[in-house]
């Protein structure tokens, strides 16, 4: 494994443990405007890869890139939103 890839499991082990942590904590705004971000981010990451279909050969880019948008970002948001749901009772901040 490169340290490249050391570094993206690294950061989404963090990026998945904030949304477990916010959601156990269920801290419901700041998890919101997490849950919020990930989903901007996700969808700008989509139109970009939208830009990058008309690229010759670059379909297994594509398909990674939307492998990795899914991993890095939607699975913390779900992570967090699970883990929300299953704690206790909602506090402000």
Known sequence: MTWQATLLLVFWASWAGLHASLG???LLRTLACLLALDILVFAA?????????????SGAAVALGLFLGVAILLVPAAVGAFSFWKHGTTRAL
């Not at 990451?45 to 830009?51: C, D, I, N, T, Y």
Request: charged share 20%; aromatic share 12%; proline share 6%.
């Open 45 to 57: 990451f989509m139109v970009w890869l939208q830009g990058q279909t008309g690229q010759p050969s």
């Open 24 to 26: 156990k904590k269920r």
